[in-house]
């Protein structure tokens, strides 16, 4: 693959740069009650993927990209359509940092650390402390930096080969001296949600996942929200939870996993536009989408752009190899539409009282926000400032009410910038909700048996109704192997006070960890309802060192 050097003269690449910040004027970084605040600020990650070197003709892993011009060129669109970060995978050059620090956007800043690699071996370990050393010599003079991440994607099989202490002890290493040399500035790894479910995100400074919305694994049976929610409930809820990609494959066929490639651009924009509600649903404080540009090179060709779905996650396409500004695709523009006026609270499946809390992050177009229901207005404010809002509107709800609630976000002169809807249970008692729970033979060890076994037990479904199949997933952590899964369809018999249905599958030998799931969708009026509930469980105590502390 051809070595593609973009080369600029030192003063007109410098030039219009902004120096690093001084101490007076230093950005102040803080995680607190489980957010990020900037400058005193409760701050929502309103990021996007980027690579520099990802274009026709292009590998950010082998060329070395200095193309000042076309980084600035980016940089602005991404800031002028209303993010606030970017996120990267691997280490941006000085050049290229000064060229974020003067763009006004945050970043997440990756350092490449190949997850393929033996965690153990020293010189692995030494190198990756030298990369480290070497790349937050220059990246702590800027306060553009807002967290690093130095680990993308490890899968359960390989950190099982290299063992789990030795993963536990570089993360800890390469943390400890970015703790050190940028104190303050919060360090965590991303991880695959379906793979990395059960490492101890606490062990960083905050819980940063890539998690796509194919139907499968957990997704499947927990709903998107729900499994990213539950990601975070195994840690306790004790930091941040910032999801670091999603998104869908636009190529011509599919990959063979659901949504994973074949999407229309329309199932594109809407896909985008669902999981985006449903990070904040979740109650993620951070949606960084994969991607802004199109990858040529994953499909192992970079001047092809191929029917690989790695290929065709961006939100701007390029029409040949000569193309090096591209296209914007539609979900490019309702993204824009979409984040200039963030619900945080109240969220889709909440139930809430007489008192309805309001939370938002408003971009700075926004003058005014009404909220409706039952087509009057519950509540309206004028808005005085970008950024973070809380307020609450009192309501007594008739009963239980399965209330539509619609949010209206207008600029200045009056004009509808953004509508959205959100379906709440409103009720003054509290309500008693259907339960759905799992019972998994063997419960300890996967060791003790050769089969899996889940009971699966639907009750108290009172004036609730089925409103999907059921549906049932054993994730064996192996590779990105889906696992055995399947629907099953439910009829309720309304004189049943439970609905109790088997399924058992064999445990793969090279199975490590295993986390069988099942879920339902249930309705009260429009209120629609994800029950769920899975388990964990391992083999042994291989993964002590690392896993998450409630198993």
């Known amino acids: 693959m051809r070595k593609i050097v973009y080369i600029c003269i030192g003063i007109v690449m410098l030039a219009g740069c902004t120096v690093p910040s001084d101490d007076s004027t230093r950005t102040n970084v803080e995680i607190k009650d489980n957010w990020y605040y900037i400058n005193g600020e409760k701050f929502f990650i309103k990021g996007i993927g980027y690579e520099i070197g990802a274009r026709p003709g292009q590998n950010p892993y082998e060329d070395t990209i200095v193309d000042i011009a076309r980084m600035r060129y980016d940089l602005k669109i991404i800031k002028d359509a209303g993010y606030n970060t970017i996120r990267t995978w691997s280490q941006l050059s000085e050049y290229q940092l000064q060229v974020v620090q003067e763009s006004g956007l945050k970043i997440i800043f990756g350092i490449w650390i190949d997850p393929h690699g033996d ?10 402390q030298e990369l480290v050393e070497k790349v937050v010599a220059y990246s702590k003079k800027y306060d553009c930096v807002i967290s690093y991440l130095i680990l993308n994607e490890p899968l359960t099989e390989h950190i099982h080969e ?9 993360l800890t290493n390469l943390k400890g001296i970015l703790d050190i040399e940028h104190p303050g500035i919060p360090v965590s790894i991303s991880g695959s949600a379906p793979n990395a479910d059960f490492i101890d995100m606490t062990r960083m ?39 670091t990609e999603f998104g869908y ?5 599919g990959g063979g996993n659901y949504g994973y490639g074949g999407n229309t651009l329309e199932q594109q924009k809407n896909g985008v536009i669902k999981n985006y509600r449903e990070i904040l649903d979740a109650g993620a404080t951070g949606a960084c989408p994969f991607y802004y540009a199109d990858g040529w090179w994953k499909g192992g060709n970079d001047s092809i752009h191929n029917n690989a779905p790695e290929e065709w ?32 609270f109240p969220k889709n499946q909440g139930v809430y009282g007489e008192v309805i809390p309001l939370e938002f992050f408003l971009d700075k177009e926004v003058g005014k926000i009404e909220v409706k229901l039952n087509d009057s207005v519950l509540y309206s404010k004028q808005v005085i400032k970008e950024g973070y809002l809380a307020d609450s509107v009192r309501y007594e709800p008739k009963g239980i009410e399965d209330a539509e609630l619609v949010f209206e976000f207008f600029d200045r002169s009056g004009k509808v910038l953004k509508s959205e809807t959100i379906i709440t249970l409103l009720s003054k008692k509290p309500v008693e909700l259907p339960k759905l729970l799992i019972d ?13 076994k889940m009971k699966i037990i639907l009750s108290d479904m009172g004036n609730f109704k089925i409103a999907s199949d059921l549906r049932y997933n054993f994730n064996f ?25 088997m399924q058992s599958v064999g445990i ?5 960890v295993a986390v069988p799931s099942a879920g339902i969708t249930v309705k009260y009026g429009k209120y629609l309802l994800r029950l769920h509930d899975q388990d964990m469980i391992f083999r042994g105590n291989w993964a002590d060192e690392i896993m998450v502390k409630q198993w």
């Not at 494959?249 to 066929?253: E, K, L, R, T």
């Not at 998994?440 to 899996?452: E, G, H, Q, R, Y």
């Open 162 to 170: 290299c063992g789990a202490p030795a993963l536990g002890n570089l």
């Open 119 to 128: 965690f153990g071996d020293s010189l692995l370990i030494e190198s990756s």
């Open 249 to 253: 494959s636009v190529s011509d066929m």
């Open 313 to 344: 996650f961006g939100f701007f396409g390029y029409s040949d190899l000569n193309d090096t500004i591209g296209t914007p695709r539609p979900a490019w523009f309702a993204l824009i539409d979409y984040m200039k006026g963030l619900v945080i």
């Open 508 to 512: 793969p030998d090279n199975s490590w």
């Open 477 to 501: 952590h192996i590779g990105w192997e889906i696992g055995p899964e399947g629907n099953i369809k439910v009829s309720a018999n309304e004189n049943a006070k439970e609905i109790t249905l």
């Open 440 to 452: 998994v033979d063997p419960t300890d060890d996967l060791n003790n048996a050769k089969v899996i």
């Open 205 to 243: 400074d905050y819980n940063a996942q890539n998690c796509y919305d194919y139907g499968s694994y957990q997704n499947g049976t927990m709903g998107f929200a729900g499994f990213l929610k539950w990601c975070n409930e195994l840690n306790g809820n004790k930091n941040p939870l910032v999801i």
